[in-house]
Each structure stands twice: as structure tokens, then as C-alpha cells.
């Protein structure tokens, strides 16, 4: 029996391989005025059950749901309770103030119960709401992802069947990513909901990140004091529209709000509520779409809300690049379903449609507002051999396609990267990495010498690389040079443009080298490499001189992905082997958790963000209790756990063995608090912080999920 795991990662899990994961991600957002907790789902990955196949139901308060499954054991439950997204919902926020905690109580009611698990670290990122469309309208280079800042929600009941984001009415709203110069002949259509008089539903600044103090802003949809909508723009005077009725009703209502050659329009519910003869709005300035929040009341307008935040929930959030006759708004607000809503604003060729029906789980990699580029590349082994990025390295590149993970790329002549912890003597070791290139004049993917940098150094050897005919080639010295190179059993290349994983080995098997789960090469009579203490480097080698098949480029030109250092040999050659289980993983998190399983010294997942990095910021508990026996998990102790402090942070949680009896339930305390800092940048942005369980009781593999999409904090 394979113990049961806990893994983090970073972003959405999914397709999850070999180790079933059940995975306990908290996203971590950033306002304490919430009024709501977490989110949570459970869903089976696998409907084939075995008899002895755990099954399990997973209870947070007075909510209970269950995974699903039958097989040769026969029905394991009516599933009646089947876990959807949402359910069961723990209470509680976060803060840097004081801690919260959740409270998840797992029980087999298969075939098999639970009897160990492992909990191993967490690796962080800031969450985004999805633009689906990739226009360029207006000099913009969507999609424009929006960033959700402070009490923003995810998963609400929207209109149609959606899901839609609520906003708390202070704090809570979502910035855009892409600037537009002077967007003219639009519409802008929205579901909204709310009970409040008062507040923003979306707008146009030129302030980024904070549109409350932007010197331009129009293009605005707002609730006003008496619960009117209001749509204003200005063209040398404040034009606005007023409706007569109001909607602060607590129902939701569909806006349609337009200006164009037909002049300023106001729809709302498919009627027409207000027109005037402005063609225009303000011209001369590029900005930013914000949704939730506007620049209203910087000054100039009339009939202002009291908060310009809005108290309520938005869904199906569009911006069409034309002005939509009565008739296209009318049909529009005639869809009665969600399929036909959404084909029918796509057919308008969107600018931009966020549909708000975000879980809050995926990681946004692109540049955050404010925030500076990282060059930081975690170590999730929890050994603390972070890697930096020097020279090109480009973050956040598309990774290996069987992983649907990401990647760093290198630009083959500066760009590698420099790791920071030393190690004496590595024996008894693989070398884990994917890659892709297609180099003609070969290039390092991983090496390890006696100094920090890449400059003068005395000793050099556990080397992988690719020569200039496209071969792999791992390479020691002990005492002479001592090479195995991929031409042994192939004649197949691999510098191909395509992703290729190779496992570079030594020790008393010899040196191994394998490409895509196939030994490729050895040599039984090499069983240790030279004795030193040195570093590892990712993307470069030292080859130059002696060594025989050496490259003419030492740079690695191509992309790297998930690459660890593990201190022993696996077992390849066959299905059911170490190896063979790495190469078959379908995911980047599943992959990750394999690895994890294999105590790596190091480990670089690459799926690092090139943003202003926001590790580091959780503080965090992990406790169990098996009847009435208390056990922390993190940090080690017997008993309850403290409370979280700095010294406990998520990436340094590392993996920890819990250990129940069989047949009795184990609880799962996870109590997270955030540290008072926060890197400048992502100051009140929704951080991601996942941590994931799994596990594996039969030969017919079984995987479920459970997130916490959803909690509230101030950073």
C-alpha cells in the first residue's frame, strides 16, 4: 500500500495521475471584511473502483459529500451526497490579525480506510478572473486578465445557471492587465445584483491600481443613492443617463450601455431607460477597464454614489467593439440559457468577456501592477536551493504538453540558472528534467561544479547535455572522464522542438541515462563520480576542453521543466517502475507529487511566475486528531498545535508523515494565517496557496479533489 499524501502546488490541479490527490487549496484573498468562507469540492477523478478502493466522504460542519465509484466490490455508496463545487463550505478569514482555521474531517465509507498520509510544502502565486477573448481592439493585446483585489468572492449563483463574483462594497474589485487608447462606438453589457444604493459596476480610468485616484475617468456604470443606474461619459461635459426605476432590488438585472453614431444609450432588462445625442466619450487618454470599483468620485460628476465599491454580484461582464441596435439588446436579454448567451455575445466579436465564473484557483503569470519581475525559482524539496534566474531566462513559458504545466526558456548564449545551497559528494543519485530544444550546436541541461557561479572552478562532472547532433550525453569524471551517451541504443536525436524528459543516474547500478522512460545508456563499471563538494546549475554545463562529445554551446537553448535532484537510483525499464510512472504522470501537479514522494534533495518545478514573487507570506498549522489523540504535524510537536507564527511559513512546510490506525477517522486541521508583510505590488491581491492529500489503496487507481477556492484576509 502506497501511504496517502499530501502535496502542494501551485494553481489548479487536475488530471491527477497516478496518485490519486485530494487537494486542500486555499486561496488566499485579501480583505478581512468578507463575510463568507471557503469553497470546496470533491470531485473522483476515476469511476472505476476496485473492492479494495477507498472511498471517501468528506464532512466540514454539517455538510457532508462523498467521491464516486463503483467496481468489481460492488456499489460503494448512493453518492446521493456527490461533492459539487461549493460543498462542504468551511467558515472563517484570514488575517494578519489573528488566525482562522478549517476543519476537515475525511472517513472511508469504501472497502479500505486511510492509515497514513504525508503533508509536503506549498508554493504561492495570485489568483485571476479570465478574459476568454484575445482581442486587439483599441491597440490592446488581450485577453485581459483582471486581477481580484480585497473582498471579491468567487462562485455566487449568477443569472442563467452562471456563476458570477460578489464585492463587498469596500474593498473588493478586480483591476484589468491590458491598457486600450480611447475606446469609442462600444457597448458594455453585465448581469448585476444587488441590495445596496450604491456603487460601481465597472468603468474606464487611467490609473491602474487605483482608479479612486485617477486624473481621467469616464465610460462608467453605477448605482446611485436612490438606486437608479446610471451610465456617464464625458465629451467636454459630463453627459449621463439616468433610469427612472430602480434596482436595488436584490434581483438580477441586465445592463446593456452603449455610445456610438447612434448617440448615448441606456438599456436595461432589454428596454431602453435612457438616450441622449452624445456620440462619443472622452477622448485623448489610454487606460484600464476596472471592474467593481471607478473613479466616480474624484470629482465632477453629480449624482455620485455614497461608496464607489459595489455591494453586490456581477456576472457575464462584456465590452462589445460596436454599438448594439435595440433589437441585438432585446435578443440578447431574451437568451434564456446560459449556452445561448454565450454563443451570442461571442458572435458580436467580444473585445472582452469576462464571465466571472472564476474559481479563484488559477494563477495569473503575467506581470503584476506595481510589481517588479521575479528571478526567483522555488526549491519545493523544502531544502532551501533556490534557484535564481541569471541573464535569459524567461518565467512563466509553456511546459511540457503532457503536464499542461509551465516552464522557463533560455536564450542559449546568457541564461541559465544559479542555485544556492552546496552539497558534498553527491553518490547514489538521479537527475530529473524535462526539456526542448532544437539546437543544432548542443547546450547544458544540468551540470554541478565546485563554485556558486559560472566562472573559474577547479572541479566538474554529474553533467547532462545535449552534443551537437542532438544526443543526450551524461557525463562524470572519476578518476578519468567518463561519458554514456544516447547513439548506445538509438540513433534518435532529441533535438526536435518536442518535449523529452531524461533521468540521468549513478551508483552502485552503474551510470543510467533514460529519455521519455527508456534506458537509452549505461555503464555498470562507473558506480560513483568525483568527490567534492560543489553546486548544481540548470541550462549550463562546464564541457569545454577534455571532455569527449563536448558541445560547442555549454548554454542550454530551449525550455526546462520540472527538474529534481533525488538521492537515489530509480528503478526504470518497465511498467509499474520509478521512472516509468514520472514519464506517465498527466499532470504538472501529479508529476510534482510523484517527485515529492521521492525525497528529493532538490527540486525546481519551474512553474515559477515572472511577477514580483508572493511566497513566503502564509503562516500555517497542520494538525490531525485521531480520536482523542492531538498530533501537529507542522510544526512537529505532540499535541495541538500554536497558533501560526513567522517561523511556520507554507514553503516550509516540507512533507510530514501522519500515521492513524486503520478504520478510524482521521480530522485535519489546517489553520493559516497571513504574516503582517507583504511584497510591495501584490499588496491586497488574492494570493494562492495550495496543499493537496491523495491517496492510492488498490491497483485501480483513484484520484478526488477538494479546494478551498475561497478565503478573505488583509495583507
Avoid at 241 to 252: H, V
Wanted: aromatic share 8%.
Amino acid at each position: 500500500m502506497r501511504p496517502l499524501r499530501f502535496v502542494s502546488r501551485r494553481g489548479v490541479h487536475k488530471g491527477l495521475g497516478s496518485l490519486g490527490v485530494l487537494s486542500v487549496a486555499m486561496v488566499i484573498l485579501a480583505t478581512a471584511a468578507a463575510a463568507t468562507g471557503f469553497n470546496a469540492s470533491l470531485k473522483a477523478g476515476s469511476t472505476n473502483f476496485s473492492s479494495a478502493t477507498l472511498q471517501l466522504k468528506s464532512t466540514t460542519g454539517s455538510n457532508s459529500c462523498y467521491s464516486t465509484g463503483s467496481g468489481s466490490g460492488g456499489t460503494v455508496s448512493s453518492n446521493s451526497g456527490t461533492c459539487t463545487s461549493g460543498s462542504p463550505v468551511p467558515s472563517g478569514a484570514l488575517s494578519s490579525a489573528s488566525s482562522s482555521s478549517a476543519t476537515t474531517t475525511l472517513t472511508s465509507v469504501g472497502k479500505t480506510n486511510a492509515s497514513a498520509a504525508t503533508v509536503s510544502s506549498a508554493s504561492c502565486g495570485v489568483a485571476q478572473v479570465a478574459d476568454s477573448t484575445t482581442s486587439t481592439q483599441w491597440s490592446g493585446t488581450g485577453p485581459d486578465t483582471a486581477l481580484p483585489l480585497g473582498g471579491v468572492t468567487y462562485q455566487a449563483s449568477g443569472p442563467l445557471g452562471s456563476q458570477a463574483i460578489t464585492t463587498d462594497g469596500s474593498t473588493g474589485w478586480a483591476e484589468t492587465t491590458v491598457q486600450y487608447t480611447d475606446p469609442e462606438s462600444f457597448t458594455i453589457l453585465a448581469w448585476f445584483k444587488t441590495s445596496s444604493a450604491t456603487g460601481s459596476i465597472v468603468g474606464f480610468e487611467n490609473n491602474q491600481t487605483a482608479p479612486t485616484s485617477a486624473g481621467n475617468y469616464d465610460r462608467m456604470l453605477w448605482i446611485d443613492p436612490s438606486g437608479h443606474l446610471v451610465w456617464a461619459v464625458y465629451n467636454g461635459a459630463n453627459d449621463m443617463l439616468t433610469s427612472t426605476s430602480t434596482y436595488n432590488n436584490g434581483a438580477w438585472h441586465f445592463v446593456a450601455a452603449s455610445v456610438g453614431s447612434s448617440g448615448q444609450k441606456l438599456y436595461v432588462d432589454g428596454a431602453l431607460a435612457g438616450s441622449s445625442s452624445n456620440t462619443s466619450a472622452q477622448t485623448g487618454y489610454s487606460g484600464w477597464w476596472s471592474i467593481g470599483l471607478t473613479g466616480v468620485l474624484n470629482g465632477g460628476w453629480t449624482d455620485t454614489p455614497s461608496s464607489a465599491y459595489f455591494n453586490g454580484s456581477i456576472a457575464q461582464l462584456a465590452v462589445i467593439p460596436s454599438q448594439l441596435t435595440s433589437t441585438q439588446v432585446s435578443n440578447l436579454y431574451a437568451d434564456n440559457t446560459l449556452s445561448t448567451y454565450t454563443a451570442a455575445v461571442n458572435a458580436l466579436s467580444a473585445a472582452n468577456y469576462w464571465a466571472l465564473n472564476d474559481s479563484g484557483l488559477v494563477q495569473y503569470l503575467g506581470s503584476i501592477p506595481g510589481g517588479t519581475a521575479s528571478t526567483t525559482l522555488v526549491d519545493s524539496s523544502g531544502n532551501g536551493n533556490t534557484g535564481t534566474a541569471e541573464g535569459g531566462v524567461t518565467l512563466g513559458a509553456a511546459g511540457p504538453t503532457t503536464l499542461c504545466g509551465n516552464a522557463i526558456s533560455l536564450d542559449g548564449s546568457t541564461g541559465w540558472v544559479q542555485t544556492t545551497n552546496s552539497y558534498s559528494d553527491p553518490e547514489g543519485y538521479s537527475a530529473v528534467a524535462w526539456f526542448k530544444t532544437s539546437t543544432t550546436t548542443g547546450g547544458g541541461i544540468m551540470g554541478f561544479t565546485n563554485v556558486q557561479g559560472n566562472g573559474s572552478y577547479a572541479n566538474r562532472d554529474r553533467q547532462i547535455w545535449i552534443d551537437n547532433s542532438g544526443h543526450l550525453v551524461f557525463g562524470v569524471y572519476n578518476p578519468s572522464y567518463e561519458e554514456v551517451n544516447s547513439t548506445q541504443t538509438t540513433s534518435k536525436t532529441y533535438n526536435d522542438s518536442s518535449w523529452h524528459m531524461v533521468v540521468a543516474e549513478i551508483g552502485s547500478s552503474g551510470m543510467q541515462l533514460w529519455a521519455d522512460g527508456t534506458e537509452v545508456a549505461s555503464n555498470g563499471s562507473v558506480t560513483s563520480a568525483q568527490s567534492y563538494t560543489g553546486y548544481w546549475h540548470l541550462g549550463w554545463v562546464s564541457v569545454s576542453g577534455s571532455w569527449p562529445d563536448a558541445p560547442t554551446n555549454e548554454y542550454f537553448s530551449g525550455s526546462l521543466s520540472e527538474m529534481a535532484i533525488i538521492p537515489t537510483q530509480l528503478t526504470g525499464g518497465s511498467s509499474g517502475t520509478q521512472i516509468y510512472a514520472l514519464y506517465h504522470e498527466t499532470s504538472a501537479s501529479a508529476f510534482a507529487s510523484y517527485v515529492q514522494g521521492l525525497s528529493p534533495t532538490s527540486d525546481w518545478p519551474l512553474q515559477d511566475a515572472a511577477t514580483s514573487p508572493v511566497c513566503g507570506t502564509t503562516e500555517i498549522t497542520v494538525q490531525t486528531t485521531v480520536g482523542s489523540t492531538n498530533t501537529c504535524i507542522y510544526p512537529a510537536a505532540s499535541g495541538a498545535c500554536a497558533a501560526p507564527s513567522s517561523a511556520y511559513l507554507v514553503t516550509g512546510l516540507v512533507t510530514r508523515p501522519i500515521t492513524a490506525p486503520s478504520g478510524t477517522a482521521v480530522t485535519v486541521k489546517i489553520t493559516m494565517e497571513l504574516s503582517a508583510a507583504s511584497p510591495a505590488g501584490t499588496l491586497g491581491l488574492h494570493e494562492l496557496a495550495d496543499l493537496s492529500f491523495g491517496t492510492t489503496k488498490s491497483s485501480t487507481q483513484w484520484s478526488a479533489q477538494i479546494s478551498y477556492p475561497s478565503a478573505w484576509s488583509q495583507l
